[in-house]
Nanobody
Framework: VQLQASGGGLVQAGDSLRLSCASS????????MGWFRQAPGKEREFVAG????????NYADSVKGRFTISRAYAGNTVNLQMNNLKPEDTAVYYC?????????????????WGQGTLVTVSS
């Protein structure tokens, strides 16, 4: 399975961005999917996740109320709408397909990783 992430870029604080991740295989529709991020000098951290049907989602406390994760195109695509971006959101964002049908918060629960897309938020 290949996960192709897109949508990163350079924005100012308070702006919005929408990240998308397309899966190359329909089997990903049976798995939870999510987004992680890694800032320079920091460990990769969980951002948001969604279950196989799109009916349940969870978020890191740092992005709750600002980011929204969703699934589209029969579950093959997962989107991350990021509003009111802050400089501390600057990172490489990775989409992920989880081992199971539900979302998870640990990188150990990820089966496949996307290639990453850079989000830079200037103050």
């Amino acid at each position: 399975v290949q996960l192709q992430a897109s949508g990163g870029g350079l924005v100012q604080a308070g702006d919005s961005l929408r990240l998308s991740c397309a899966s190359s295989r329909r089997t990903s529709t049976n798995n939870g999917m999510g987004w992680f991020r890694q800032a320079p000098g920091k460990e990769r951290e969980f951002v948001a996740g969604i279950n196989w049907s799109g009916s349940m989602s969870n978020y890191a406390d740092s992005v709750k109320g600002r980011f929204t994760i969703s699934r589209a195109y029969a579950g093959n695509t997962v989107n991350l709408q990021m509003n009111n971006l802050k400089p501390e959101d600057t990172a490489v964002y990775y989409c992920a397909s989880f081992l199971r049908a539900f979302s998870a918060t640990s990188a150990a629960e990820v089966r496949y990783w996307g290639q990453g897309t850079l989000v830079t938020v200037s103050s």
